[in-house]
């Protein structure tokens, strides 16, 4: 899953539609204030030879924690409980995508 301030999107990954390869390669447009959430240990040896990110923001730091802030994201984070940690209007203005899998 993706936060990207920089470029005003949030990309929710779904399993077994190619999410992890699209992560990997959207990381390297990723800016240092954006969420990227960890993938598996190859997967981030991935990321980093395609100069991408590697995961950051997902949690919140020492100070944030301090300042009361709970926000946690992880890989297949649903829409639901991304909308409930996000700030409405970086809801409301961010482009939302994701990749479906026809049955």
């Not at 920089?6 to 990723?30: D, M, N, Q, V, Y």
């Not at 954006?34 to 981030?44: F, G, N, Q, Y």
């Amino acid at each position: 899953m993706l936060i990207s301030h920089k470029h005003k999107f949030i990309f929710l990954k779904t399993p077994k539609t190619a999410g992890t390869t699209t992560e990997i390669l959207l990381s390297a447009i990723c800016g240092h204030e954006d969420v990227i959430t960890p993938v598996t240990k190859k997967d981030e040896q991935l990321r980093r030879e395609f100069c991408g990110r590697n995961a950051q923001n997902f949690k919140p730091s020492f100070w944030g924690k301090m300042r009361g802030e709970r926000f946690y994201f992880y890989n297949h984070i649903g829409a639901a409980d991304v909308f409930a940690q996000v700030n409405p209007e970086t809801w409301a203005s961010y482009r939302k995508f994701c990749f479906v899998r026809n049955p």
